[in-house]
């Protein structure tokens, strides 16, 4: 089993950033692909970025040049540094493994950007 906490979220103006960060529990981290997303009310959970576990990175198109996925495998921690920060990038940001067939998630962390 994995666990995962999101931490990071809170109030931003535009143009602001955030850096979000996701700590996972367990010895096999280093081996998992990780993945944040996020869910706008009304909308669809979406995928924001994810990064392989050898550090092959992927992004959704809404946030490419302005966010980055990164991990340390030596804290078990995958990061979601957000610049330029707009309105339609608040929601809640989750992040997300696969280990086996099971699906693994966070309780989400809330980000909300308004002046």
């Known amino acids: 089993q994995v666990q995962l906490v999101e931490s990071g979220g809170g109030l931003v103006q535009p143009g602001g950033s955030l850096r979000l960060s996701c700590a996972a529990s367990?010895?096999?981290?280093?081996?998992?692909?990780m993945g944040w997303y996020r869910q706008a009310p009304g909308k669809e959970r979406e995928l924001v970025a994810d990064?392989?576990?050898?550090?092959?990175?992927n992004y959704a198109d809404s946030v490419k040049d302005r966010f980055a996925i990164s991990r340390d495998n030596a804290k078990n921690i995958v990061y979601l540094q957000m610049n330029i920060l707009k309105p339609e990038d608040t929601a809640v940001y989750y992040c997300?493994?696969?280990?086996?067939?099971?699906?693994?998630w966070g309780q989400g962390t809330q980000v909300t950007v308004s002046s």
């Open positions: 990064i392989t576990s050898n550090g092959r990175r």
């Open positions: 997300s493994t696969i280990l086996g067939v099971r699906a693994y």
């Open positions: 367990g010895s096999i981290f280093s081996f998992l692909d």
